[in-house]
């Protein structure tokens, strides 16, 4: 049981290039997330998804797209990097249920834009 | 919207000692979940403890604790007899019950130093 994943684990990128960010989960959970850390500013939360084929703006969405067209697997993509997108990318999974409540957390992307 | 406020940004403990680290939160909500986690240099996000807001007893787990008193809305986390390896940032983190699938409201976080 690996829990939640995410693919790569570190990234460089030059401004204005592209890349995607994968997360998987085992843990047949319905809701996935993608946060951002910044020192100082906790995580904040750039888009969710309650199922598979959907997905909802968060807190700080602007420059990234989602996708989940599979129940295990939420993307998170940069199209045009930017500086200011230089963080730490999280995933996390949860459920409805109140016995599996608390996210579970992958173990994080260092992306740096150059 | 639910505001969890952690008004500690950094705290420091003596090996074996007992540190307590606060959250407040701001809901009108009646059922709720309440949770710390735990971040370690590593940045493993880990879950050390909930408390569901219809259970008036405090939960705990081994060395941690937790007060939660729901009409001051307060959720603070003791550490006891505290080791080198709590040294790490601490979040206090807000889901309400039913919830849509959204949002978990996280606090900015609290650094815990521990001295030797």
């Known amino acids: 049981n690996a829990g939640v994943t995410q693919t790569p684990k570190f990234r460089v990128l030059k401004t204005g290039q592209s890349m995607t960010l994968l997360c998987a989960q085992d843990?047949?959970?319905?809701?996935m997330y993608w946060y951002r850390q910044d020192p100082g500013m906790g995580l904040r939360l750039i888009h969710y998804?309650?199922?598979?084929?959907?997905?909802a703006k968060g807190e700080v969405p602007d420059g990234y797209n989602v996708s989940r067209l599979k129940k295990q697997n939420f993307l998170l993509g940069l199209e045009s990097a930017a500086p200011s997108q230089t963080s730490v990318y999280f995933c996390?999974?949860?459920?409805?249920?109140?016995?599996?409540?608390?996210?579970?957390f992958g173990p994080g992307t260092r992306l740096t834009v150059t | 919207a639910q505001t969890v406020t952690q008004s500690q940004p950094e705290m420091s403990v003596q090996e074996a000692e007992t540190v307590t680290l606060s959250c407040t939160y701001d809901?009108?909500?009646?059922?709720?979940?309440l949770f710390w986690y735990k971040q370690p240099p590593s940045r493993q996000m880990i879950l050390v403890i909930r408390?569901?807001?219809?259970?008036?007893q405090n939960a705990t787990e081994n060395r941690f604790s937790v007060n939660f008193q729901k009409a001051a809305k307060s959720f603070s986390l003791k550490i006891s007899d505290s080791q080198l390896g709590d040294a790490a940032m601490y979040f206090c983190?807000?889901?309400?019950?039913?919830?849509?699938?959204?949002?978990?409201?996280f606090g900015t976080g609290t650094s815990l130093t521990v001295i030797p």
């Open positions: 996390a999974s949860s459920s409805p249920s109140r016995a599996s409540y608390e996210q579970y």
């Open positions: 983190a807000y889901r309400s019950f039913p919830n849509t699938g959204n949002q978990f409201y």
């Open positions: 843990m047949n959970h319905e809701y």
């Open positions: 408390q569901e807001a219809y259970k008036q």
């Open positions: 809901t009108s909500e009646s059922d709720y979940y």
């Open positions: 998804s309650v199922g598979e084929g959907t997905t």
